[in-house]
Nanobody
Framework: QVRLVESGGGLVQAGGSLRLSCAATGIVSINAMGWYRQAPGKQREFVASITHSGSTNYADSVKGRFSISRDNAKNTVYLQMNSLKAEDTAVYYC???????????????WGQGTQVTVSS
């Protein structure tokens, strides 16, 4: 059974940085891993994804500020978030799938979510 365990959220000032981590357990490997986020009163939205081979995709709102990477040996995906803005405040969810993750079609597996709060 696939289980996604997130860590690294917290409170940061605008312009600061945070790194989120998500470890997939219960499996040897999985193809696509990524992140979505949900702000209060808004729908969950795609942030970034990465395949097992390292191909990445980003939402326009985070391009140039966020970077997704993964360590396949550890089944772990990272989201480095720089130049954070107040509008980045949200619960960030790890997402994974044996197939592909597309912005409008997330994978089948979700983490429990980690809160990121950016103070202005």
């Amino acid at each position: 059974q696939v289980r996604l365990v997130e860590s690294g959220g917290g409170l940061v000032q605008a312009g600061g940085s945070l790194r989120l981590s998500c470890a997939a357990t219960g499996i040897v490997s999985i193809n696509a891993m990524g992140w979505y986020r949900q702000a209060p009163g808004k729908q969950r939205e795609f942030v970034a994804s990465i395949t097992h081979s390292g191909s990445t995709n980003y939402a326009d709102s985070v391009k140039g500020r966020f970077s997704i990477s993964r360590d396949n040996a550890k089944n772990t995906v990272y989201l480095q978030m720089n130049s954070l803005k107040a509008e980045d405040t949200a619960v960030y969810y790890c997402n994974a799938d044996w197939g592909a993750i597309r912005p409008a079609v997330p994978g089948n597996y979700w983490g429990q979510g980690t809160q990121v709060t950016v103070s202005s």
